[in-house]
């Protein structure tokens, strides 16, 4: 069967609940063809390489796995949403950066991945804390500090971890987790474990020092390790090409084979991280994913977004090329799902996600003696001296 293309015009709700018109030849909307509950669709124009074999043109995937994306985009949406709401009411205090836009690339990555390899990001951290098998109230709850949440109320908005999915949390130092995420990268390798880490920065971080220093010694040594820039087009409020001597991020690691991702697509990330990840775990080394994609809300809740670009920026962003929205119109189109069956997914992740933030509004606080919990071991731990037949186990 030939691909073929979606071009209708129609209104459809949004995750939110407004109304988002959709323009002929929706930009998402890649050629496909169907085959009974799969669905192939066209990648061309998805990558850009430096050094590094391309990725497939196309991918497959099935109607349950395309409805499992479109839930945990949706959800992720719905939690920022929350969020939102819940830093505008003072019960989230402090930073609060929010994740709108740029859902495809936790769904695809996860698509991608495996629970045995290892992720750590920046402070934009709601989403992929989901995607690594976090609860909406563990999340929440994180938000008000409360102690059911994830870091047990210690780490707030930008420090979430889920140290049983290999999420090594997010990380308020620009650029910092680059050269962490190759280490634990480096642990794989010396552990012999076949895996691989995603270490993940955005824009606004791709000119730190540290994160050369990391691309390098992972290229000499070989380690299996992502270097992933969630490239949302504005570094706070400063454009890319305003503070960037060259924006092509993928490039960024010279020696270093680099994939650009249209992380737009849902499908595009999963085939760019399948690829990547194969490298590494091939033995080959690093690879540095440019994932090219946009974030709606400003840099923070103190930021309102509009002082560096237009409400028509973000609004064209929005109509033409959103994650969600473009999944849903090719799910619709394709005859594989029907907008009751998706608007009744919508219904329920709303509900979820409300009764989550009700959880979340009514948990305590950590107790005061919370305070000396975590802070030091109890348990043996091993000390390194110079050589190792010095190096001798702490009994606590």
């Not at 949706?74 to 929350?82: G, K, L």
């Not at 994932?291 to 560096?308: A, K, N």
Request: hydrophobic content about 40%.
């Amino acid at each position: 069967m030939a691909f073929r293309h979606v071009s209708r015009v129609s209104r459809l709700a949004s995750p939110c609940g407004s109304q988002l018109t959709t323009v002929r030849s929706f930009a998402a909307a890649k050629p496909f063809k169907v085959s009974g509950d799969n669905i192939t669709v066209s990648l061309d124009g998805a990558f850009t390489t430096h050094k590094f074999d391309a990725p497939p043109k196309s991918s497959t995937a099935s109607k349950a796995e395309l409805l499992k994306y479109f839930k945990d985009m949706t959800t992720i949406r719905r939690i920022e949403v929350a969020a939102d709401n819940m830093y505008k009411a003072k019960k989230i205090r402090g930073f609060l950066h929010l994740y709108n836009g740029q859902e495809a690339i936790t769904a695809g990555m996860e698509a991608a991945l495996t629970p045995d390899d290892h992720i750590i990001t920046a402070y934009r951290c709601h989403g992929t804390m989901f995607g690594r098998g976090g609860s909406v109230l563990s999340i929440l709850a994180e938000l008000q500090g409360k102690a059911i949440g994830c870091a047990h109320g210690k780490g707030g908005s930008m420090h979430m971890y889920n140290k049983a999915k290999n999420f090594h949390g997010g990380n308020g130092i620009v650029g910092a987790q680059t050269a962490v995420g190759a280490g634990v990268a480096f642990g794989l390798k010396y552990n012999n474990k076949n895996n691989v880490c995603v270490a993940m920065y955005g824009d606004g971080a791709a000119n730190q020092g540290q994160l050369f220093e990391a691309f390098n010694m992972a290229y000499l040594w070989k380690l299996p390790v992502i270097f992933v820039c969630e490239n949302n087009k504005y570094g706070m409020g400063t454009s890319s090409e305003r503070s960037s001597g060259s924006t092509e991020y993928f490039k960024r690691g010279d020696f270093v084979p680099g994939l650009k991702i249209e992380a737009m697509s849902v499908l595009a990330v999963k085939e760019g991280f399948a690829h990547a990840a194969a490298h590494c775990k091939a033995g080959k080394g690093p690879v540095v994913v440019e994932c090219e994609t946009y974030r709606y809300m400003g840099h923070s809740m103190s930021d309102p977004g509009l002082s560096y670009r237009t409400r028509e920026e973000v609004a064209a962003v929005r109509a033409q090329r959103d994650p969600i929205t473009r999944l849903r119109v090719m799910l619709i189109e394709s005859g594989l799902s029907t907008e009751e069956e998706l608007k009744k997914i919508e219904t329920d992740v709303k509900a979820m996600v409300d009764e989550a933030s009700e959880a979340a509004d009514a948990a305590p606080f950590p107790e005061p003696s919370a305070l000396y919990t975590d802070v030091v071991s109890d348990k043996q731990y091993f000390a390194r001296a110079v050589d190792l037949a010095n190096s001798t186990v702490v009994q606590q």
